[in-house]
């Protein structure tokens, strides 16, 4: 039955995937398992987004049932089993570049793969970061941008995490347009993603959750 629910979601079938769901909550099943094949029914779009097998509509169509699906466990959920977060992941496009698309689609799959998200938006200050960092507690961040003149924005929002006296409070990776290793590098982040998985993946590794 969990098989069918994680193949049948990760094929958006809706009606099915509903019907399978309300089965299992009627069957007295543990509503937060339910999540959990929900979960990796997600992971499985998430790969396949990734492989270019599906796109951002896929991944819309995709929450919207996972919404649908949430709806219907929430309620049988008991006060204290609420679903249990891996971690705060902050999240923004730094200073200068207005670019959300890909910023979006990491917010979206950090979010279905169980993390609190702190998403600052777009052209968010150094300072902001430093803020945010201060106030949750978030052990992770990640910078987004899609501009050349976002590494030098990345580099700078690092530095003033670092003059803060914070970066060893958290790992930090970036991720857009055509970062890669050299960027990292420049930048002094702790790893680069080429994807919204792999930010997944390193958010996972870095709270030892994989």
Do not use: C
Not at 88 to 94: L, R, Y
């Amino acid at each position: 039955m969990a098989g069918d629910l994680i193949s049948l979601m990760a094929e958006f079938k809706e009606d099915e995937v509903l019907k399978i769901v309300e089965e299992r909550l009627n069957a007295n099943e543990d509503p937060a398992k339910i999540l959990d094949d929900a979960r990796s029914a997600m992971e499985i779009v998430g790969r396949r987004f990734a492989d270019g097998e599906y796109f951002i509509p896929d991944l819309v169509y995709s929450g919207e049932i996972l919404k649908e699906v949430t709806d219907l466990v929430k309620p049988k959920l008991k006060g204290a089993s609420e679903v249990k977060r891996l971690g705060k992941v902050i999240v923004g496009t730094v200073a200068g570049d207005i670019h959300d698309i890909g910023k979006d689609i990491v917010v979206f799959m950090l979010d279905v793969n169980g993390f609190e998200v702190l998403d600052l938006g777009v052209d968010v200050p150094a300072e902001k970061f430093i803020e945010k960092i201060k106030e949750s507690g978030a052990a992770i961040v990640a910078l987004s941008g899609f501009l050349t003149l976002s590494y030098d924005s990345m580099k700078a929002t690092i530095d003033a995490i670092q003059g803060a006296g914070l970066r060893d409070k958290v790992k930090i990776m970036i991720g857009g347009g055509q970062i890669n290793e050299d960027i990292r590098k420049y930048t002094s982040a702790d790893a680069y993603g080429k994807d919204a998985m792999a930010g997944v993946k390193f958010a996972k590794e870095w709270t030892s959750a994989a």
